[in-house]
Nanobody
Framework: QVQLVESGGGLGQAGGSLRLSCTAS????????MGWYRQAPGKQRELVAA???????NYADSVKGRFTISRDNAKNTVYLQMNTLKPEDTAVYYC?????????????????WGQGTLVTVSS
């Protein structure tokens, strides 16, 4: 069983910055991709940023140049540095990750979601 816990959400000012963190625990063994999604009231959940185990990243067009995703494999943690915040960034942000619980071929794959952390950006 794998659990993801997010932290760092809260109130930010337009033009300001926040950093979100997400740490995995449990029978993780191997983590492949990790990412951040967000969902605003009345809107669909959307991918914000993702990063592979090799460090390849991708971002939603709306956050390119403002947000940076990174990971610390030793800490089983992924970060989202959010700069130049805009009111439209207001949403619940969710961490996700996938991996395997062992190195053998017969090991089980897993996929997990965090509980979400609320980011509110005021103008």
């Amino acid at each position: 069983q794998v659990q993801l816990v997010e932290s760092g959400g809260g109130l930010g000012q337009a033009g300001g910055s926040l950093r979100l963190s997400c740490t995995a625990s449990g029978r993780i063994v191997i983590i492949n991709a990790m990412g951040w999604y967000r969902q605003a009231p009345g809107k669909q959940r959307e991918l914000v940023a993702a990063i592979t185990s090799g460090g390849i990243t991708n971002y939603a067009d709306s956050v390119k140049g403002r947000f940076t995703i990174s990971r610390d494999n030793a800490k089983n943690t992924v970060y989202l540095q959010m700069n130049t915040l805009k009111p439209e960034d207001t949403a619940v942000y969710y961490c996700n990750a996938d991996g395997r619980d062992g190195r053998a071929i017969e090991s089980a794959a897993w996929h997990a979601w965090g509980q979400g952390t609320l980011v509110t950006v005021s103008s």
